[in-house]
């Protein structure tokens, strides 16, 4: 049995990654935060960028040129003030991280023009990302972990995963949230005055992806059984260099070695993007993933083929360590041999729908990072554009709730504790295994990188009746976290079969055959529930 119990908190901020951490650092100057994770704090997706965060450091670069790249990424999707408010504030936003000491890759020659060594990637007509080596990301959330920890207002929770959201419904307001403690199986009731979501995207939604198990759209589904809309989820982007092998499939093959010269190749040696894009190898994402898929499908491949051995071996080790390692385990030399790679499902682009300052449709409720739609990628996100995303709306959310603070907080009602009463524990977990197994099938075989009408139409079948098992599993058992994850998953793939049928066009990174127009107009795609769905 799900057991309950109660903790109150200022704050509560879900989600350990680069959004999540940031916001929490910022608030706790002045508040209680309580911080979950839903696995290990460093198990997010955070955890496993490679390659950069995208800011205008360089003198010769210009804000400008950053919001022009976006804008053309984003194919006619994006919100301008958005975008100009990202690649405004974003070079604040690195400094910071600079400052917490996140030890990022020094530029060191005559031809410098900044301290740190910037790379460019598909979409950036300038060097712009700044980096630490091959494992940004892991530089990142280690110093930001590191400065949480010694916080004495921040509360870590790692290895509790939120079921739902805690609803004051004549105020439309969010309280706080239902939670699962993975280690003895109890369920809190944590109260809070604001809770913030920045629990990433949905990835795993599809067979293959570049992202750890913790991408299962956990703050997508719980903010729409709350009643919160979202939009452009048909937007999924697949990253279109993931290695190609049978003992690490999940494992990303950086942006960053196309842009410091690495060439596509088909298994005869021939060179291809350049009759899909004039950028050839430096395309946004969306162009180079189909252009993949479309030679693997016109000459029956496995794979395509990532070549970086034209350039010096000291050159590949020092500027990508970690990928030169992880091949290496799998019997790949990349200074002697070509990456073989595929596309496999990488960032959620849509999200839920928030304003510049985070702020969801429920008061008290705030989204950030991947799990948020505020518009800065429209049909596609220009890459290592993620990051700088999380680190903005950390700061935009951070002023929006303490000026909520200056004003006083009425007191709310305890919310009622977790019933668990009327529910067993489960004699078969296999059903879950089953149900998980199939839905990351349908999504893969029926809403991938190409779409038609009738697989999106099959896809929605399936789902339904899956949706229908998960939902009479989940009344009849107590709580598990595989059991939520499966639930939130199977939502948010919903909502992504929903968004793409509506879309009567094929623009960014959604490709429909039998509309393989682009409209004269961009609108994106607005779901709204028309009720809640809550236990």
Known sequence: MNSSKSLKTDILVIGSGIAGLSIALKLAQHHKVMVLAKSSLTEGSTNYAQGGIAAVLDPFDSIDSHIHDTLEAGAGLCKAKTVKLVAKHAAKAINELIELGVPFSRCEGAQCTYPFHLTKEGGHSHRRVIHAADHTGQSVTETLIGNVQKHPNITLLPEHISIDLILNKPRNRCIGA???NKCDNSVYDIWADFTVLATGGASKAYLYT?????????????????GCSVANMEFNQFHPTCLYHPNDRSFLISEAVRGEGGILRLPNGTAFMEKYDKRKDLAPRDIVAR?????????????????????SAEFIKEHFPTIYERCLKVGIDITKQQIPVVPAAH?????????????????????????????LHGANRLASNSLVEGLVFAETARQSIELAYQKPLSNQAPPRPWDSSKVTDPQEKILVAHDW????????????????????????????????EIDEYYCEHTVHSDLLELRNLALVAELMVKSAQR???????????????????????????KKNHRR
Do not use: F
């Open 178 to 180: 239902y939670v699962l």
């Open 210 to 226: 570049s992202n750890p198990d913790t991408s299962t759209g956990d703050g997508i589904a719980m903010a729409w059984r709350a």
């Open 437 to 468: 197994d199939e839905l990351r099938r349908v999504m893969w075989d029926y809403v991938g990188i190409v779409r038609t009408n009738k697989r999106l139409k099959r896809a929605r079948q399936r789902i339904r009746n899956l949706q229908k």
């Open 503 to 529: 879309r009567k066009e094929s623009r960014g990174l959604h490709y429909n055959l039998d509309y393989p127009d682009t409209l004269p107009k961009a609108r994106p795609t607005v779901l709204s529930p």
């Open 291 to 311: 252009a993949i898929d479309h030679e693997m499908k016109k000459h029956g491949l496995d794979c395509v083929y990532l070549d970086i051995t034209h350039k």
């Open 347 to 375: 960032y959620t682009c849509g999200g839920i729908v928030t304003d510049l300052h985070g702020k969801t449709d429920l008061e008290g409720l705030y989204a950030i990072g991947e799990t948020a739609y505020t518009g």
